[in-house]
């Protein structure tokens, strides 16, 4: 009997999450994802249809399926973890590759039939849906469980892979969060039930002492900060995370209490908002105007002759040139004036191109004199002391870091040590390594 973890992609890197699991002739893969700062370089001027998996393996801009050639037959179900890009952004150029269906929460699936929609790709695996906390064989050893977790985008889920030989669970990527603003709380009572060889973990604060707070705290946030400040007579502009639909819910309810209208300008919110609102999540629709493309939100803005009577929830939070923000400034598609207010609901992913393209966007709107708030925002990743706790509660043999640099993963295999795990029962695997485990 066979039993092993065959490290993908994201394993010493952040970013094109992929793992393997392997039993007897049967495997899984867990996540396809994206690294979003190599595809992003490499994608720049490029036509993504024409982005060809080779060029894109050869960048690192996907994990290296090339190093599991002669496992791609036996491959029995893709799994997908949440529809967060470095997880799932992969599959519009890697999933024809793989003989076998495509499997993710309602949202994920939902997320991932309007990428391939938007990139006029279609694929051949077969997408099927299941919901959170079920269980479903894939094939004739593997059972595939969903267990419900919470992170910063719905339906987010921690796998565990069932076989003969035992149990492994994938966490990527989670928080502990009991006050969640939509969905599922985490399901500790299931955690706490399972026998586990080994469970990879989400390493990305491993090195940072700290609780992640609560979604719920990002939305005192908001409303401390929109109901603590003068708005009158001023336009509000907030930037977020498209996918992150708990956010874009606060910000609805907060800005509806406010009596401002909502309008979402940007192509990215209207594809994350409409995937959630096809499976029943929410109805942003009805509360929201949603406008796509540029042209028309030019139109849209230029229509709009009290800018103070409402929030426009627009794309641009990491000063991505194209985006709407940026465009709302430097194209002059909106009238800024001074004292106007920005909400930036968000963190910078501290990439070299996104400090850069921040940094400008704010000395532009400084140079307006417009108000400028920052970091209302709460992580979706566990901090030291949740991956404790998460570990804690685990009956589990081995601890396998994952989704972090190499010092990342080095703090999360030093924790499971502190608690009590031998330096060879929480292994540093690297992208391309093989743990048996039977
Ligand atoms: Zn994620």
């Given amino acids: 009997m066979v039993l092993e973890i065959i490290p993908v992609g994201g394993y010493g890197e952040i970013g094109r999450n992929s793992t393997l699991i392997r039993y007897n002739d049967e495997a899984v893969l867990l996540d396809l994802g994206l690294h979003m700062e190599h595809y992003v370089a490499l994608t720049e001027d490029e036509d993504v249809v024409k982005m060809n998996p080779q060029l894109l393996m050869d960048h690192n801009a996907v994990p290296d399926i090339r190093k599991i050639k002669e496992w791609i037959p036996k491959i029995k179900a893709i799994a997908i973890s949440h529809a967060h890009l470095d997880h799932l952004g992969a599959i519009p150029f890697l999933g024809d590759k793989f003989p076998c269906p495509i499997h993710g929460s309602p949202y994920t699936?939902?997320?991932?039939?309007?990428?391939?929609?938007?990139?006029?790709?279609?694929?051949?695996?077969?997408?099927?849906?299941?919901?959170?906390?079920?269980?479903?064989?894939v094939s004739k050893h593997i059972k595939l469980e969903f267990i419900s977790a919470t992170h910063s985008i719905p339906q987010a889920v921690m796998i565990c892979v069932h076989t003969p030989e035992g149990n492994i669970l994938y966490t990527n990527d989670f928080k502990l969060d009991f006050t969640p603003v939509i969905g599922k709380k985490p399901n500790l009572k299931r955690l706490k039930e399972l026998k586990l060889k080994a469970v990879i973990v989400d390493s990305l604060y491993a090195d940072d002492p700290r609780h992640t707070p609560s979604e719920a705290i990002a939305k005192e946030m908001l409303k401390d900060t929109l109901y603590g400040i003068d708005t009158k007579g001023k336009a509000i502009i907030v930037t977020t995370f498209s996918s992150h639909i708990a956010r874009l819910k606060s910000i609805i309810e907060i800005g509806t209490k406010l009596g401002r209208k909502i309008v979402f300008l940007g192509r990215s919110l209207a594809k994350y908002a409409t995937a959630a609102e096809d499976i029943g999540l929410v109805q942003f629709s009805k509360e929201v105007e949603m406008v796509q493309y540029g042209s028309k939100i030019k139109r849209e803005l230029a229509k709009i002759k009290k800018p103070d009577e409402y929030i426009f929830v627009v794309t641009g939070h990491q000063g991505e040139p194209k985006a709407t923000l940026s465009k709302m400034l430097n194209k002059k598609l909106f009238n800024f004036k001074p004292e106007d207010i920005v909400i930036f609901s968000c963190k910078t992913i501290p990439t070299p191109v996104n400090l850069e393209n921040r940094e400008r966007l704010e000395s532009e709107l400084k140079s307006e004199h417009i108000r400028i708030f920052k970091d209302i925002h709460v992580s979706g990743h566990a901090g030291r002391e949740d991956i404790r706790e998460l570990l804690h509660l685990l009956n589990t043999e081995q601890v396998i870091p994952s989704h972090g640099t190499p010092e990342k993963n080095?703090?999360?295999?030093?924790?499971?040590?502190?608690?009590?795990?031998?330096?060879?029962?929480?292994?540093?695997?690297?992208?391309?390594d093989l743990l048996k485990l039977s």
Avoid: Y
């Fill in 109 to 137: 699936i939902s997320v991932l039939k309007a990428l391939l929609k938007d990139d006029g790709i279609t694929v051949r695996n077969d997408l099927l849906p299941h919901s959170e906390n079920s269980i479903f064989p």
């Fill in 410 to 432: 080095q703090a999360s295999s030093e924790l499971a040590q502190e608690i009590g795990f031998s330096k060879e029962k929480t292994p540093l695997l690297k992208n391309g």
